[in-house]
């Protein structure tokens, strides 16, 4: 009898599939390899937070909370104050710091970049609307229906972009054009199946490839030093030679775009 309560929970385990809202932080890696894929990482003797005269590409240096490219001199610093920036592109005064928008563009067509906070519905630019701009924390703007909206990409189910569904690893029903949780079996190859998103975004549900299909796993004892942090997206680090699950949970859906793009990164190099 006991032996087959045993056997019951062991299944019942066995059957439980992962699902995991951590989020790796620097001090977390303890390999220089995961370390280096990581923009916002820095090795020396073990793995830490770049400060922001450790970013040299402007791209890299805006992305970081706190750090603007400072383009007098040329280096990546503190960011000070909204209306010392000057950029090329509106949308770019956001990237400086998210309580930037642009100014009224110059003759020269650049913009200076002032206090305040981005209002989808006033955008009438569809590729100004479209670029990546938030209105908040979790509403990004996005232009459809011949006007720039906000959406809330807190969850799956209020996404109601088809491309920004599938960036978020939700799922895309064309039958109902809705977005809803994400499902390992819509992976159809063994390179697609890492992790999709759950209903939260931010919550991942990981995948494994199995007997020719892409199925939720219940372990992660497949994954290697190589693609341990990439195949769950950012959950898990390479600790002590094994794949393990990280103790931060600074998960916003903005630090999930930011690991989707570092993941699209990391497997470029
Ligand atoms: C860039 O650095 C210079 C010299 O320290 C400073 O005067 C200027 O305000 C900085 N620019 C920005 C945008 O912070
Ligand atoms: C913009 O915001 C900063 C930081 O909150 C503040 O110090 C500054 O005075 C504001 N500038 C204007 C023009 O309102
Ligand atoms: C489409 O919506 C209906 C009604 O809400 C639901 O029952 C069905 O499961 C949905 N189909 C898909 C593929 O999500």
Same mark, same amino acid.
């Given at each position: 009898m006991i032996a087959i309560i045993y056997i019951l929970l062991l299944m019942d385990l066995s059957f439980a599939a992962i699902s995991t809202s951590a989020f790796c932080e620097c001090s977390e890696f303890k390999t220089s390899i995961e370390c280096a894929q990581q923009y916002n990482c820095k090795w020396s003797t073990s793995c830490k937070d770049k400060i922001c005269s450790d970013f040299i590409e402007e791209s890299e240096c805006d992305r970081a909370s706190d750090c603007a490219w400072n383009d007098t001199q040329k280096k990546c610093a503190q960011f000070t104050s909204c209306s010392n920036y000057k950029v090329n592109? =509106? +949308? #770019?005064c956001q990237l400086k710091d998210a309580t930037c928008i642009a100014g009224d563009p110059n003759p020269d067509g650049s913009y200076i970049c002032q206090n305040g906070t981005i %209002?989808? $519905?006033?955008? +009438?630019d569809q590729k100004l609307c479209n670029s !990546? %701009?938030?209105? $908040?924390?979790h509403e990004m703007c996005t232009y459809s229906s011949s006007s720039c909206q906000s959406v809330d990409i807190s969850k799956c189910s209020t996404i109601t972009e088809q491309f920004i569904c599938t960036s978020l690893k939700c799922s895309w029903s064309v039958t109902n054009l809705s977005c809803l949780e994400g499902t390992c +079996? #819509?992976? +159809?190859s063994p390179d697609m199946c890492s992790y999709v998103s759950a209903e939260s975004i931010g919550t991942k549900i990981l995948c494994k490839w199995m007997d020719n299909s892409c199925i939720e796993a219940? !372990?992660?004892? =497949? %994954?290697t030093s190589s693609n341990c942090y990439i195949n769950t997206g950012g959950s898990y680090a390479w600790i002590d030679g094994q794949c393990k699950e990280c103790h931060s949970t600074k998960f916003g859906v903005l630090v999930a775009l930011n690991a989707i793009f570092s993941v699209l990164l990391a497997l470029m190099l």
């Open positions: 592109q =509106a +949308s #770019s %209002l989808c $519905s006033q955008i +009438s !990546d %701009l938030y209105q $908040s924390q +079996s #819509s992976y +159809s219940n !372990d992660v004892f =497949a %994954l």
